[in-house]
């Protein structure tokens, strides 16, 4: 198995601007959680999903922020506009309930 | 809520030293504890875990022992390689809900010299 894939591993953008991270998780897992990584709050969960319904979002820190998973191989995490202060690691993970989390090697975003 | 507390970083040994990277949490029930690992570039993995008071988990010769009476999950391993570079993480899961969520540490940074 290729283990989680996210895309772009690293993105650039301007303030203002539409940010839209990709993830395909491991095949046959049902629960996939997004996390934001910085060097001032460490590794914070955002939202997960469970058979692609939205179980929690209360980490997501803001209307800008939102996530879909439009079936069991794919999930997006929008930002909307773009901010400095959302430079950071977005990491995806996925697992079978209760089971190892399986992380993807992580999107690098700079807002400028 | 629940939360990881880690020891402050970076640290930086010599190639076969002792290592120990302290960790406690606070958590209501009965949590289950785990450390991860994230190599340069990469995404974390999970290095080892421990389900219930007095396990001991253990991989690539790190060893963590969960107490409970201190709520401590400290990080050990006899003699550290310069391939053990890497940021490492204690979280924790409360094992409640169907899936239950990690909490984790802000990970420290470990290089060691050859």
């Known amino acids: 198995d290729a283990g989680v894939i996210q895309s772009p591993r690293h993105e650039v953008t301007e303030m203002g601007q539409e940010v839209t991270l990709r993830c395909k998780p491991i095949s046959g897992h049902d629960y996939l959680f997004w996390y934001r990584q910085t060097m001032m709050r460490g590794l914070e969960l955002l939202i997960y999903f469970n058979n692609n319904v939205p179980i929690d979002d209360s980490g997501m820190p803001e209307d800008r922020f939102s996530a879909k998973m439009p079936n069991a191989s794919f999930s997006t995490l929008k930002i909307q506009p773009s901010e400095p202060r959302d430079s950071a690691v977005y990491f995806c993970?996925?697992?079978?309930?209760?089971?190892?989390?399986?992380f993807g090697p992580g999107t690098r975003l700079t807002v400028l | 809520g629940d939360s990881v507390t880690q020891m402050e970083g970076p640290v930086t040994l010599s190639e076969e030293a002792f290592l120990t990277i302290n960790c406690t949490y606070t958590?209501?029930?009965?949590?289950?504890l785990f450390w991860y690992v994230q190599y340069p570039g990469e995404g974390l993995q999970l290095l080892l875990k421990a389900t219930k008071a007095d396990d001991k988990g253990s991989n690539k010769g790190f060893e963590a022992t969960y107490r409970k009476e201190t709520t401590s999950f400290h990080l050990e391993k006899g003699s550290v390689q310069v391939s053990d570079s890497a940021v490492y993480f204690c979280a924790l899961s409360d094992n409640t809900g169907a899936n239950s969520k990690l909490t984790f540490g802000k990970g420290i940074t470990l290089s060691v010299r050859p």
């Open positions: 958590a209501t029930g009965y949590p289950s």
């Open positions: 993970a996925s697992n079978q309930l209760a089971a190892e989390q399986f």
